[in-house]
């Protein structure tokens, strides 16, 4: 298993050792769906041509909107 997701099972307080393998296939998951809302970013149109950062932000609306998050926890 990955040694960030390690840790961010720690800061989760995760239960149990035995799930963890549910919650790496989660993990991938999670990430498969971040990587493609950040493939839809990476196609915006409103700005010819797109800057990396416009890119960038927009990626992390996507992903913000779709999971319901953002990064002021």
Do not use: W
Not at 27 to 54: D, G, M, W, Y
Request: proline fraction near 5%; aromatic fraction near 6%.
């Amino acid at each position: 298993m990955n040694e960030r997701l390690k840790e961010l099972m720690i800061q989760a307080d995760y239960p149990a050792p035995e799930l963890a393998l549910r919650a790496h296939r989660l993990a991938e998951l999670i990430v498969k769906e971040c990587l493609e809302a950040c493939s839809r970013a990476n196609e915006i149109r409103h700005f010819v041509p797109p800057t990396q950062e416009q890119v960038v932000l927009s990626c992390m609306r996507e992903i913000e909107e779709y999971f319901g998050v953002s990064d002021e926890s």
